[in-house]
């Protein structure tokens, strides 16, 4: 974490980290604001419009970053200028996931809905797996002066070339036909902000509560890597090896993802969300507990099975699950309402883990596990109560009074579009399409 070193100095170690990891959380703060605006412009102006509005806000401010002055080069002017950009960042992203998820939702045949909305999570995770492919060799390869001096801008500038991609992709990518037809027939709200947060505050509520899982990815990736390696806490794993933790984790993930994805189609999207939530927020404690022991191998065994495995339960269905909470002309804005709101309030997370267990202090893993499980149970609670939606048709989607079709003829409905020798070339042709279109909107996040 160069972060701290860079724009943050401190004589106090525990100031430099919470500052760093607070500027983590800070652009999650946009994120509700960036719900509000991207979700009404989803759901007024198309699902494609939004994405592509996300890929510029987000790729320009994350290159940005690569061109940011040091606080040894501006003083306080360089926090600043990073929480801005993190502000933008936030901001974007907020319209991203369920613009994204909303369109190859209305665009996937019934029955494969789970499968081909799991590709927008995928994508996150390739993302991320391509960030670390230029960021390790650098980290890995680089002289530590020249690394910290400059080598590590080099990602983020290079997520010019990702805007470039991605707007080339999405200029192929049709709207959605359910949105057009709402459209055509005058039927699209003119709030939908307001109408969402009216007719469906009580399944904004369940989304945002089981956002709160992203926890898990918290505990791993942000939490987890400041307490194995900043020297303050005394564990000492190198930055470098540490780095693979993610890495790993997000390899398991991106194999992973589509197969949960299609078992939601097969069994419902509550029961792998209800059983992926519990299991990780329980590894989570044998995971911090293997750090604490300085057992580098068991760390990254455990990260893998918390994060790379379990954690893809929740990440794989809820592309397909959220979004089915709402009816098409608010789903954009249902989705990222209760999404952002609850991933903003995880992202905050980090700064207090480290108030109650700072440096020096007994017993982290028991106290940070604790704390990770019960946020996970809030979660469980919240994916229990939600109703099935795998079974409902798309029209019928957002109507909690809505009839599924009988499971045998659902079966059959979806054996007929699997088999079918014209439509499963037509689905692995779009399987294929969606996977480059998401693959290119997320790539940047990295």
């Known amino acids: ?85 993190r502000l933008v960042q936030g901001f974007a992203v907020a319209g991203e996931i369920s ?14 809905r789970g499968y081909f909305a799991s590709f927008t999570l995928q994508g996150v995770q390739a993302g991320q797996l391509l960030a670390a492919a230029i960021f390790l060799p650098l980290a890995h390869f680089m002289p530590k002066d020249q690394f910290t001096s400059w ?47 009216r007719q469906s505050w009580s399944d904004i ?12 990815a918290v505990v791993a990736s942000v939490f987890g890597a400041a307490y194995a ?30 197969y949960v994805g299609n078992l939601s189609d097969k069994i419902g999207r509550r029961p792998p969300v209800l059983v992926s939530t519990l299991s990780a927020g329980l590894l989570s404690f044998v995971y911090l507990y293997a750090i604490s022991i300085h057992n580098l191998w068991l760390a990254m065994i455990l ?26 002309r608010v789903r954009v804005s249902g989705m990222a309402i209760g999404q952002n709101v609850g991933t903003m309030l995880t992202a905050f997370l980090p700064a207090l883990f480290v108030a109650v267990a700072p440096p020096g202090s007994t017993n982290i893993p028991l ?18 109560t939600t109703r099935e939606t795998y079974r409902i048709h798309l029209n019928d989607l957002g109507d909690p009074n809505a009839v599924p079709v009988p499971k045998g003829d659902y079966d059959r409905l979806r054996a007929e579009t699997m088999v079918g020798a014209m439509e499963a070339a037509d689905s692995q ?3 294929n399409h969606l996977r480059s279109e998401v693959l290119a909107s997320h790539q940047h996040r990295g």
């Not at 470039?164 to 709402?182: H, S």
């Not at 106290?367 to 946020?375: C, D, S």
Request: charged letters at 10%; glycine letters at 10%; one cysteine or more.
């Open 1 to 85: 974490m160069l972060f701290p070193q860079l724009f943050f100095p401190s004589n106090n170690p525990t100031v430099g980290i919470i500052a760093s990891l607070a500027t983590y959380g800070v652009g999650y703060i946009a994120r509700p604001v960036g719900a509000v605006v991207l979700g009404h412009w989803g759901d007024r102006h198309g699902r494609k419009t939004v994405l592509t509005l996300c890929m510029f806000l987000m790729g320009f401010s994350t290159m940005a970053v690569g061109v940011l002055p040091t606080y040894q080069q501006v003083g306080i002017w360089a926090p600043v200028l990073l929480v801005i950009l």
């Open 99 to 112: 613009g994204a998820s909303s369109m190859i939702l209305e665009h996937a045949p019934f029955g494969r």
């Open 429 to 431: 042709d779009f399987a």
């Open 367 to 384: 106290k940070i596990g604790a704390l990770t499980f019960g946020i996970c149970v809030v979660a469980a609670i919240a994916a229990f």
């Open 229 to 258: 390696v900043q020297p303050a806490y005394g564990i000492g794993f190198p930055p470098g090896v540490y780095l693979w933790i993610p890495v790993l984790g997000n390899i398991c993930a991106v194999i992973l993802i589509p």
């Open 303 to 328: 990260s893998v099975l918390m994060w790379g495995v379990a954690y893809q339960g929740f990440n794989g269905v809820f592309p397909s699950l959220f979004p089915e909470l709402f009816r098409t």
């Open 151 to 197: 080598g590590w801008r080099i990602p983020f500038l290079l997520s010019i070339v990702v805007v470039v991609m991605g707007y080339i992709i999405r200029r192929k990518v049709d709207e959605t036909p359910a949105f057009t037809e709402e459209r055509a027939h005058g039927e699209v709200p003119v709030s939908p902000v307001v109408e969402v947060l």
């Open 205 to 216: 509520l369940r989304v945002l509560c089981m956002a709160l899982t992203a926890v898990i």
